[in-house]
């Protein structure tokens, strides 16, 4: 079985759709085997998005995604890492379908709803992050 990291953004947690978000997840087979919620703070962030901490929009990625609690979660699941972000559709909300969860519940590129890992090698880093103890 794979597994993936996934993080339902402060956007999500502020529009109440985390349920929502994890019941799609649910129904498409995953089961949650870790959960919590937290709020990250810079040095976590720096490390999370260092492929493009040293742009200039990442102090903007940092005060969204440090504006609130998030839910970083890992899924389990056959094919989970692929699945899951087919149904969350592109990065950018305003060019993915209806019906994926960014097309129905995303406003833009950093409002997305949730970060999902894009590789197994991705996976086991950003697993390793956010919960080290499991």
């Keep these: 079985m794979e597994e993936t ?3 339902l953004k402060p956007d999500c947690m502020e529009k ?3 349920g929502e ?3 799609r997840f649910e129904k498409a ?3 949650i085997v870790a959960s919590k919620v937290m709020l990250l703070d810079g040095p976590t962030l720096r ?3 260092a492929h493009v901490a040293d742009l200039p929009f990442f102090p903007d990625i940092e005060a969204f995604m440090s504006s609130r609690s998030v839910m970083p979660m890992i899924l389990r699941g056959e094919n989970v890492i692929a699945t899951v972000r087919e149904l969350l559709g592109p990065t950018n909300s305003k060019e993915a379908p209806v019906g994926t969860i960014r ?3 995303g ?3 950093m409002r997305n709803v949730v970060h999902a890992s894009d ?3 991705t996976a086991v880093l950003e697993k390793n992050r956010f919960f080290p103890e499991f």
């Design 107 to 109: 406003t833009d590129m």
């Design 103 to 105: 097309g129905d519940l």
């Design 119 to 121: 590789s197994p090698e």
């Design 21 to 23: 978000v994890i019941s």
């Design 47 to 49: 490390e999370h998005y």
């Design 16 to 18: 109440r759709l985390a």
């Design 5 to 7: 990291l996934i993080i």
């Design 29 to 31: 087979g995953f089961e």
